[in-house]
């Protein structure tokens, strides 16, 4: 049973650029969330997808934005990369079932870093 | 709002002892979830224990032991004998109920368990 997985594993880009990150969640699952984890803090709800839809977001700016494919899979595209975007970006999938909450199960994370 | 405190940034301990992390929490909402997740230096979040607002029994799992007080806010959890194997960055985190799929984390604890 294959769990969460994430790509890249690490990556490097530059101030301005543009990156996607990619997500597959764990089969069974339909809901995908995103959190961004700066080093020594805690993860940071970014938005969740369900149904192909943004169904949550957090406190992020529209640079940061989404999808989820009919397979559920989902990608995270942040826009204009600053500095402080740096960080490990984790991916969380998790089943709905009638509006209440189960845990959720996270991937390795992609790490990002902007120079 | 919703808060998680973990007061405790790093503790260390020798192989065999107990340690306990203190896990405060607040929101208004009278249900709630509250997690505990585990953070080894790979970088992947590890589900340990989900519990809900109207279930305040205490919860043992193995050398894993969780206590839940309404009373004080707060969901500690405890390692008994720690191993070298325990050492990870440990996150509690919580999440409200209405349909919020938001997880929110508090700081962590690093915990180093040394042989």
């Known amino acids: 049973d294959a769990g969460v997985t994430q790509s890249p594993t690490h990556l490097i880009k530059t101030r301005g650029q543009q990156v996607t990150l990619r997500c597959s969640p764990k089969s069974g699952h339909d809901t995908v969330s995103w959190y961004q984890q700066a080093l020594g803090q805690g993860p940071q709800f970014i938005f969740q997808y369900y149904e192909e839809e943004e169904r949550q977001r957090g406190n992020f700016p529209d640079r940061f934005s989404g999808h989820q494919f009919p397979n559920y899979s989902s990608e995270l595209n942040v826009n204009a990369l600053l500095l402080g975007d740096s960080a490990l970006y984790l991916c969380a999938s998790s089943l709905a079932q009638g509006g209440y909450t189960y845990e959720q199960y996270f991937g390795p994370g992609t790490r990002l870093t902007v120079t | 709002a919703q808060k998680v405190t973990q007061a405790q940034t790093e503790i260390s301990v020798v192989e065999k002892e107990d340690v306990t992390l203190d896990c405060v929490y607040e929101?208004?909402?009278?249900?709630?979830?509250l997690f505990w997740y585990k953070q080894p230096p790979s970088g992947e979040l590890v589900f340990l224990i989900r519990?809900?607002?109207?279930?305040?029994q205490n919860e043992i799992s193995g050398r894993y032991s969780w206590n839940f007080q309404k009373s004080t806010s707060s969901f500690n959890f405890t390692i008994t004998a720690s191993q070298v194997v325990d050492s990870a960055v440990y996150f509690c985190?919580?999440?409200?109920?209405?349909?919020?799929?938001?997880?929110?984390f508090g700081k962590g604890t690093k915990l180093t368990v040394n042989p």
């Open positions: 929101t208004r909402d009278t249900t709630y979830y």
């Open positions: 985190a919580l999440i409200t109920g209405g349909g919020s799929e938001k997880l929110v």
């Open positions: 519990r809900n607002s109207f279930d305040e």
